[in-house]
C-alpha cells in the first residue's frame, strides 16, 4: 500500500521579466503591473508566509526568540504590523480560510508543545481553543467561514481530530482516523481510508458533522482533495501506463475533465503528487509537470508550469521551474506565489515573474 506526499522544495527560473530593482515593472505591453518588493533591513530573517488577500501578502521578521508578522500591498509598498508576536512564542504555521477574515496562527512554546489562536483580519486574537498538541493540520471549510476542522498530533504518535464551530462555539471530537481531511459539502468531510484491505488506491469514506455517521463515498484513488465547493480531484493510478498518474476533476460524481502527469517514482509507499492552485471562479488549474517519467531523487530536468482550463479542455504552459515547489493562488485568481520560501510571483495573464525581495 502506498500512501501520498507531496513534494514542497522549490526554486524558480524562467518566465517573463525579471528584475531585482524596486519596484518592479513588467515589460509585457498587455499588463502595466507594479510590484513593489518587500524591503527590510539586511540582517532581518524574512519569511513570506502567504496571501492576506488578493493584492497583499503575510510576512515573517524573526530575531532570537521572537516574531512579528507584517502585511505589504505588493501593489502599494505599504507594510503593516498585523500580529506582535511574544517572547515565549516560536512561529509555526498560519492558515487562512476561505473568505480571508480568519487566520489560524501556531506558535511552539518553550517546551515544543503546539499553541493555537485564531486571529481576525486586525490580528487580534478572537479566541484561543482550549485544545493540547505537538502539531496541528487545519482544514478551513469552505461553505462557512467560521469553522474548521483540526487534527491535533499527540506526542504518542496518536492523533484526534476536531471540528470547531467558532460562531457557535463547539469544539466535538469526531472519532476519523484520518490525517488528511476535505469538505465535500457544508456538513460532510471526506477522506480516504487507508485502514482498509492494502491496495494502489484507497475507498473514499464520508463523515456527517450533524449525525457522526460515516458512511463509503464514491469511487477510490491515490490521492482526493476538493478544490472549490463541489469540485473535487481525483489522482489515480493507470495500470496500462506505468509511466502516467491521471488527475481526474469532478463536480460532485460529475466528471469535467482530465489530464495525465508523468509519474515521478519514489520506490516508497508514498505516491509522488505534482504542487498545485485551483481557480474556482474560471475552474483554471495550475501545476508543474515533469518533462517525462523518472525517479524523483534523479531527475533533474525542469518542471513546465502549465494551466489546464476545464471548461475549455485546453492546456496554457506559463513558463517552467528549476525544481518543484509550492503554488499558491491569489483570491482573484491572477497572481501565483511560487515557493517554499515564496520570493516569487508569477503572472497568469502571461507568466511573467516578479521578486518579492
Given amino acids: 500500500m502506498k500512501k501520498v506526499c507531496t513534494s514542497i522544495v522549490l526554486l524558480l527560473v524562467v518566465g517573463g521579466c525579471q528584475t531585482d530593482e524596486a519596484p518592479v515593472s513588467s515589460s509585457n505591453p498587455v499588463s502595466s503591473d507594479t510590484i513593489y518588493p518587500i524591503e527590510v533591513a539586511k540582517d532581518d530573517h524574512l519569511e513570506v508566509i502567504g496571501w492576506y488577500d488578493e493584492q497583499t501578502l503575510v510576512y515573517l521578521l524573526s530575531e532570537g526568540n521572537s516574531f512579528d508578522l507584517f502585511t505589504h500591498n505588493v501593489f502599494t509598498g505599504e507594510d503593516e504590523l498585523f500580529y506582535d508576536g511574544l517572547e515565549s512564542e516560536h512561529f509555526h504555521r498560519l492558515d487562512v480560510n476561505n473568505d480571508q477574515s480568519l487566520f489560524a496562527l501556531q506558535t511552539l512554546n518553550d517546551q515544543g508543545q ?5 486571529l481576525n483580519k486586525s ?11 505537538d502539531d496541528y493540520s487545519i482544514f478551513w ?4 467561514s467560521t469553522e474548521f476542522m483540526a487534527v491535533a498530533f499527540q506526542p504518542d504518535w496518536k492523533q484526534e481530530v476536531y471540528h470547531i464551530d467558532l460562531e457557535a462555539m463547539n469544539v466535538d471530537t469526531t472519532g476519523i482516523e484520518s490525517n488528511f481531511i476535505q469538505w465535500s459539502t457544508e456538513d460532510t468531510v471526506t477522506y480516504l481510508n487507508w485502514s482498509m484491505i492494502p491496495s494502489v488506491e484507497a475507498p473514499l469514506q464520508q463523515y456527517n458533522l450533524t449525525t457522526n455517521q460515516t458512511k463509503d463515498g464514491i469511487g477510490s484513488a491515490l490521492y482526493f482533495s476538493s478544490l472549490f ?4 480531484m481525483f489522482v489515480k493510478y493507470k495500470e496500462l501506463q506505468a ?4 488527475y481526474e476533476f469532478r ?4 466528471k469535467l475533465g482530465s489530464l495525465t502527469i508523468p509519474i515521478l517514482n519514489t520506490f516508497s509507499e508514498h ?6 492552485a485551483f481557480d ?3 475552474d483554471r488549474f495550475y501545476y508543474l509537470s515533469p518533462r517525462y517519467s523518472a525517479d524523483y531523487v534523479t531527475y533533474k530536468d525542469a518542471f513546465d508550469l502549465l494551466m489546464y482550463d476545464l471548461k475549455e479542455d485546453s492546456y496554457t504552459k506559463l513558463g517552467q521551474l528549476d525544481k518543484q515547489e509550492p503554488l499558491e493562488l491569489s483570491s482573484d485568481g491572477k497572481w501565483l506565489l511560487v515557493g517554499s520560501v515564496k520570493k516569487k510571483l508569477i503572472r497568469t495573464e502571461d507568466g511573467s515573474i516578479f521578486h518579492l525581495y
Fill in 251 to 254: 463536480d460532485g460524481i460529475h
Fill in 271 to 276: 505516491w509522488w503528487i505534482t504542487s498545485y
Fill in 280 to 282: 474556482g471562479l474560471l
Fill in 243 to 246: 509511466d502516467e498518474i491521471k
Fill in 123 to 133: 490580528g487580534d486574537v478572537k479566541i484561543n481553543p482550549d485544545l493540547s498538541a
Fill in 141 to 144: 471549510s469552505p461553505y462557512h
Fill in 229 to 232: 465547493q463541489d469540485r473535487s
Fill in 114 to 118: 503546539a499553541e493555537l489562536v485564531i
